[in-house]
């Protein structure tokens, strides 16, 4: 075997690892599909009516509102795994199994690799139930086959983003509570962005904020594929940011990870 045959051999075993660990201790799991359920639940049926006729136009009325608001808490759901990496990597190397695994000849970026991929898929199962209750609550796509595709396609890239940079916060962080602590602005930014309302209803300050921080374009995006309006130039911004943010995490992952002793 070559030595590219045996990393990701190394790596689907670790993948193994962390999915069977998120099998048997699935509370951080649903936490994560619990929280953009509960925001989806509160700014449609209690928020909803007020913020729909605020914003006018199509979005008048709770039931309206959610075509507007559910590509916002889809995107929540993806910033929502990020907790969980980063607390899955923080236990791992206080609990000193990573010291175990430099002792075996294993892969080293098996590691790393093995919890990104695995939360990937763990947070994109998160993201079709989320997508479920919504449909469920009314909320009415016109997205066909391709507009889906991209938009799941949006949703990986931005997850993966996210993963890595969560996986360096887990290496850096002293304890699984800080690990905790220190993802928080992921699920929060979207709030400062378009999922919720229009930038354009923020004060100035906080609309340029609005406009330029990198959820709003992916939510823009997202809103566009999944409802067929017009999308301009946030695809190119969207797909730059996550590409951006992929590196940078990556390259902080790797780092923070051979400086461990």
């Known amino acids: 075997m070559t030595t590219m045959s045996y990393a990701v051999s190394d790596s689907m075993t670790m993948l193994r690892r962390n999915l069977k660990h998120a099998q048997r201790y699935p509370a951080m799991t649903v936490s994560v599909v619990a929280m953009p ?26 039931t309206a509102y959610i075509d507007y608001v559910a590509p916002g808490i889809i995107l929540m759901a993806a910033t929502s795994g990020a907790l969980a990496t980063a607390v899955g990597v923080s236990v791992d190397m206080t609990e000193g199994i990573v010291n175990r695994f430099r002792t075996m000849a294993i892969s080293r970026a098996s590691f790393l690799t093995g919890h990104v991929v695995g939360s990937v898929i ?9 997508i479920g209750v919504a449909l469920l609550m009314g909320f009415r796509p016109g997205a066909g086959p391709a507009e889906w ?27 699984p509570e800080t690990a905790s602590n220190i993802p928080l602005p992921f699920q929060f930014l979207p709030f400062v962005g378009s999922a919720i309302v229009p930038p354009e209803s923020m004060p100035t300050g ?34 730059a940011w996550c590409l951006g943010l992929t590196a940078a995490g990556y390259w902080w992952a790797r780092s923070a990870f051979r400086r461990v002793k």
């Open 206 to 239: 906080l609309r340029w904020f609005a406009e330029y921080q990198p959820y709003t374009p992916v939510i823009e995006t997202l809103r566009g594929l999944l409802m067929g309006t017009s999308i301009g130039s946030s695809g190119i911004a969207a797909v």
């Open 37 to 62: 359920v509960v925001m989806l639940l509160l700014f449609t049926y209690v928020f909803g009516g007020a913020l729909g006729n605020g914003i006018g136009g199509t979005a008048t009325g709770g």
């Open 149 to 175: 595709a991209a938009a799941v396609g949006l949703l990986t890239l931005l997850t993966f983003a996210l993963t890595w940079l969560a996986a360096a916060i887990g290496l850096v962080a002293r304890n």
């Open 122 to 130: 763990q947070t994109l199962v998160s993201i079709a139930a989320v």
